[in-house]
């Protein structure tokens, strides 16, 4: 008679995990592989159509426009505002602002975006010939120098609005509630962005405005805030009016100079590596002055992410109007010819899980009135905050 060994049972778990670890490989290799070959069925498809209309249309067409088109369309299938097609002079232009070298551009200083086919002014940049001029946020330009846009991405109009410095450029734009075309003939200088700037006002409340949120922002506010100290500094007013956002990392670093814990925002996207938590550090935190932020309509991105974060953590009251409501996360992706795609990534959730996109803040204090009666609505609410200390 034949005899075997009795089977040895402690081998049988690490068997059974290593089987089932080659099973699940060849499931994953399996499903890459149909979303693979579906990819190439889809891009056959593409070129089948693209080689068809180039070469046996009755009329030629260039290779280059068959191609934007295409993937114009393909972007505009996506239904969001925030991504878009960049031609290469576009693509060139958010390199240089991403590096750093267009810190100064001539141009006339305002913030696009393109939301239901239209082109919407986000905010003028404070002090620059669109907002002498007395351009709003949400205002729709529908004309360059009496040309019709429509079809052109924020990037693209961007590059046709600036120019040589002291030309003159006409935007034909559309207001909501106003009756008819507005016309605005503003002349081209060099953008010099003040970033960020502080002034004592009375009693010894202070003024912070942050205009927008490049690479230098956080140490520009502690730089100024330490000043606002050197004077006594007792209640502060953040003036995020007219800021159309900028690098989020910025954001949440003067976000963190005023809070020593919480959420200060979750960025959540469709793949887990998009997803991230942040939250604030007790080093370095403020004294707890009384703090107000001022916003408006031309109040977005990143400056929203700064504002939910004091509101919603009780370190800041909210004085204006409701704000932009963008709230998402753009990455730029190169193509191989110089051109790009902008896609959105992910989207910005508040402390307590409110997305800001399409929706915006809501002010404490709601203050629909000008600058000056803004501002008055936010001192009186230090000062009360003050007696009451």
């Given at each position: 008679?034949?005899?075997?060994?009795?089977?040895?049972?402690?081998?049988?778990?690490?068997?059974?995990?290593?089987?089932?670890?080659?099973?699940?490989?060849?499931?994953?290799?399996?499903?890459?592989?149909?979303?693979?070959?579906?990819?190439?069925?889809?891009?056959?498809?593409?070129?089948?159509?693209f080689r068809a209309i180039r070469h046996r249309h009755v009329k030629a067409v260039e290779a280059t426009d068959l191609l934007y088109t295409s993937v114009r369309a393909m972007v505009q299938s996506l239904k969001d505002p925030h991504s878009e097609f960049l031609p290469p002079p576009a693509q060139k232009q958010l390199e240089e602002a991403q590096s750093g070298k267009s810190a100064e551009f001539v141009g006339v200083g305002v913030e696009l975006e393109v939301k239901d086919k239209q082109i919407?002014?986000?905010?003028?940049?404070?002090?620059?010939?669109?907002?002498?001029?007395?351009?709003?946020p949400r205002d729709i330009i529908v004309e360059v120098d009496g040309q019709k846009i429509e079809g052109l991405s924020s990037k693209e109009l961007v590059v046709k609005i600036r120019g040589p410095k002291g030309t003159q450029v006409t935007l034909g734009i559309?207001?909501?509630?106003?009756?008819?075309?507005?016309?605005?003939?503003?002349?081209?200088?060099?953008?010099?962005?003040?970033?960020?700037?502080?002034?004592?006002?009375?009693?010894?409340?202070?003024?912070?405005?942050?205009?927008?949120?490049?690479?230098?922002?956080?140490?520009?506010?502690?730089?100024?805030?330490?000043?606002?100290?050197?004077?006594?500094?007792?209640?502060?007013?953040?003036?995020?009016?007219?800021?159309?956002?900028?690098?989020?990392?910025?954001?949440?670093?003067?976000?963190?100079?005023?809070?020593?814990?919480?959420?200060?925002?979750?960025?959540?996207?469709?793949?887990?590596?998009?997803?991230?938590?942040?939250?604030?550090?007790?080093?370095?935190?403020?004294?707890?002055?009384?703090?107000?932020?001022?916003?408006?309509?031309?109040?977005?991105?990143?400056?929203?992410?700064?504002?939910?974060?004091?509101?919603?953590?009780?370190?800041?009251?909210?004085?204006?109007?409701?704000?932009?409501?963008?709230?998402?996360?753009?990455?730029?992706?190169?193509?191989?010819?110089?051109?790009?795609?902008?896609?959105?990534?992910?989207?910005?959730?508040?402390?307590?899980?409110?997305?800001?996109?399409?929706?915006?803040?809501?002010?404490?204090?709601?203050?629909?009135?000008?600058?000056?009666?803004?501002?008055?609505?936010?001192?009186?609410?230090?000062?009360?905050?003050?007696?009451?200390?």
């Amino acid at each position: 008679m034949l005899l075997m060994d009795k089977p040895d049972h402690k081998y049988l778990p690490k068997l059974t995990v290593l089987l089932l670890f080659c099973v699940a490989v060849l499931v994953v290799k399996d499903v890459l592989t149909a979303l693979f070959d579906q990819d190439a069925a889809s891009i056959r498809v593409y070129e089948d159509a693209f080689r068809a209309i180039r070469h046996r249309h009755v009329k030629a067409v260039e290779a280059t426009d068959l191609l934007y088109t295409s993937v114009r369309a393909m972007v505009q299938s996506l239904k969001d505002p925030h991504s878009e097609f960049l031609p290469p002079p576009a693509q060139k232009q958010l390199e240089e602002a991403q590096s750093g070298k267009s810190a100064e551009f001539v141009g006339v200083g305002v913030e696009l975006e393109v939301k239901d086919k239209q082109i919407i002014v986000v905010a003028p940049i404070e002090g620059t010939p669109a907002h002498k001029a007395g351009i709003q946020p949400r205002d729709i330009i529908v004309e360059v120098d009496g040309q019709k846009i429509e079809g052109l991405s924020s990037k693209e109009l961007v590059v046709k609005i600036r120019g040589p410095k002291g030309t003159q450029v006409t935007l034909g734009i559309q207001r909501p509630g106003h009756d008819g075309l507005l016309s605005f003939t503003l002349t081209r200088e060099k953008i010099e962005v003040p970033h960020v700037r502080s002034d004592m006002l009375e009693g010894k409340i202070g003024r912070l405005r942050i205009s927008s949120f490049p690479s230098t922002t956080s140490d520009k506010v502690a730089q100024e805030i330490k000043k606002l100290r050197a004077k006594q500094l007792a209640a502060l007013v953040i003036d995020l009016r007219f800021n159309p956002g900028g690098y989020l990392d910025e954001a949440v670093k003067v976000a963190d100079q005023f809070l020593s814990e919480g959420v200060i925002v979750s960025v959540k996207g469709r793949q887990k590596r998009e997803d991230k938590v942040y939250k604030a550090k007790k080093d370095g935190t403020l004294p707890d002055f009384p703090v107000v932020v001022l916003v408006d309509r031309g109040t977005a991105s990143a400056s929203e992410v700064l504002t939910a974060a004091l509101q919603e953590n009780g370190r800041a009251k909210v004085v204006g109007t409701e704000t932009f409501g963008k709230g998402v996360v753009g990455r730029d992706f190169p193509l191989a010819d110089g051109s790009g795609l902008m896609l959105t990534v992910a989207e910005y959730h508040t402390p307590k899980g409110h997305m800001i996109e399409k929706k915006g803040i809501q002010p404490d204090v709601n203050s629909d009135g000008p600058p000056d009666v803004q501002l008055e609505e936010a001192v009186k609410l230090l000062r009360e905050a003050l007696t009451a200390r």
